[in-house]
């Protein structure tokens, strides 16, 4: 199958194809099927057909990047090229996210592309996987774009109180000042977005809560996004605690790390086990991050392989 793709004459090559064809060496390297030459603004393409067909989604797409001004990154493509054809038009809305005024996120990979979806179109998602994949933002980021939206009129983010080698009890000050310090991850996440005066304002207000897990018992919460993070140091029956506490029009998001349990106990820890046990309820889905899609410097991944499981 031969194809001719004609590039309008008004558009810059270098902001298609990127600095040096880097975009149009990729687009060849990862079609090897597929012969690619481009001679003027015309692209010749033949080959298979159906990746032919998947070429021509991604250069429409690439176009109408460039006609919004957006520069094409090899994420991009990577992004592209990596999910199924008919999601190929989703990039435009998916890879640069407007979550509040100027603030927007942009997916980095197929994983992040999916968890996104996934959060949007269930009512209870599991996200797992390695510390630096983006579980933590990306939940937050979904749940400050639907109360943007205005499809929910609470955010509310949680995690078990046990921390990494050391116990509350030694930090100082009150039980309030213990927990801070403890939830202030979650904290910086919502500040990226609302700023910090906004945030306060919508503490006060109680549209936005950040509790230690132990304070969701006996509440029902309706109209509401709830974000457990951390999830590897709840036990079973804490999950199950925070599982009931979702109300009507509400989601859920639990995130963690199966190999990060801070427990003195690692049996105690029930994200493992309640993930495969609900896994097959319908509104409920898993997404499950590899190393391969962490998004921090490199050399993260490649100290995660160096140093087995706990």
Known sequence: MSIEKIIPVDKELVNIFGVNDQNLKYLKDK???????????????????????DIMKILDEMLSM?????????????????????????ISSSNNISIIGSKAIKVKNVTQFKYIETIENSTITFGIGPAGTGKTFLAVASAVKMYTDEKIKKIVLTRPAVEAGERLGYLPGDLSQKIDP???????SLEYFFGNETLQYLIEKRNIEIVPLAYMRGRTLNNACIILDEAQNATVSQIKMFLTRLGEDSKM????????????NRDF???KKTRKSLSNIEEISVVEFKNSDIVRNKIVSKILEVFPDK
Not at 31 to 53: A, E, L, P, R, W
Not at 182 to 188: A, M, N, Q
Request: charged share 30%; aromatic share 6%; hydrophobic share 35%.
């Open 269 to 271: 820890s029930g994200l």
């Open 31 to 53: 079609f090897k099927k597929i012969k690619i030459n481009v001679k003027g603004n015309v692209v010749y393409i033949s080959g298979d057909n159906s990746q032919t067909t």
């Open 182 to 188: 403890y939830l202030v991850p979650l904290f910086d």
């Open 66 to 90: 460039a006609d919004r001004g957006e520069i094409i990154e090899l994420e991009d493509l990577k992004l592209m090229s990596n999910i199924e054809s008919k999601d190929i038009n989703k």
């Open 253 to 264: 998001i639990i995130t963690g790390d199966e190999t990060q349990i801070d427990l003195h």
